[in-house]
């Protein structure tokens, strides 16, 4: 079947102006993640959600950045007010409970955003 | 292509004994390695990484990781497992050039008592 989905696939974004980013998880998966990965940096955790709750908001950076899953499928990310900093490839990843030994983690193929 | 290869989808060890994870990956650029550990209802937490220092790379919770180039290989290994130790591994690759991140499928650590 289908994978994770993000869209755009590439985002360029000038300074100060909000993004976007989609996460379509596998279908019937409950639990959904949020990473980025910044030049040369690691991964990086943001957020996960366990349907559509958020039980780990820790790796959010700021208060600029926000999540929301509807339904307990899609979600997005937003961006406000962008940084050159936000520049990055943002990753997401579901599983089908969030943990189990039949709940491989799937990764999307990111989203890259560049802000000028 | 480039590729990573995380030979084992499930490893078990009784606690106290040591622990390898096998990663071989398959790159025409000089590649950034990561091992990550995903556990319980947690996002992916970074093990260690190299980026073409030393060749051994001392990551946290007692994992250490060796690069060698000749095999293609950067395993990750731990003297004495804990139960804590019970996650998901995943062997990551960064391509130098373009930034393009490649992961390995994973593998499920179990710890025996």
């Known amino acids: 079947g289908a994978g994770v989905s993000q869209s755009p696939s590439n985002k360029v974004t000038e300074k100060g102006k909000d993004v976007e980013l989609r996460c379509d998880p596998i279908s019937g998966h409950t639990a959904l993640y949020w990473y980025r990965q910044s030049l040369g940096q690691g991964l990086e955790f943001l957020i996960y959600?366990?349907?559509?709750?958020?039980?780990?908001k820790s790796g959010l950076p700021s208060d600029r950045f926000s999540a929301e899953r509807t339904g307990g499928s899609v979600s997005t990310l937003t961006i406000q007010r962008t940084q050159q900093e936000d520049s990055a490839v943002y990753l997401c990843?579901?599983?089908?409970?969030?943990?189990?030994?039949?709940?491989?983690?799937?990764f999307g193929n990111g989203t890259r955003l560049t802000v000028t | 292509a480039q590729s990573v290869t995380q030979l084992d989808s499930h490893v078990s060890v009784s606690e106290g004994t040591p622990v390898l994870l096998r990663c071989n990956y398959s790159?025409?650029?000089?590649?950034?390695l990561f091992w990550y550990v995903q556990h319980p209802n947690k996002g992916l937490q970074l093990l260690l990484k190299y980026t073409s220092a030393a060749t051994l790379v001392k990551g946290i919770n007692g994992f250490e990781a060796e690069f060698k180039k000749s095999e293609t290989s950067f395993h990750l290994t731990k003297p004495s497992a804990h139960m804590s130790d019970a996650a998901e591994y995943f062997c990551?690759?960064?391509?130098?050039?373009?930034?393009?991140?490649?992961f390995g499928k994973g593998t499920r650590l179990h710890i025996l008592p």
């Open positions: 990551v690759v960064i391509l130098n050039r373009d930034d393009k991140i490649i």
């Open positions: 990843a579901s599983s089908f409970s969030g943990f189990s030994d039949n709940s491989p983690l799937h």
């Open positions: 790159s025409s650029y000089s590649p950034s």
């Open positions: 959600f366990q349907g559509n709750s958020a039980p780990d």
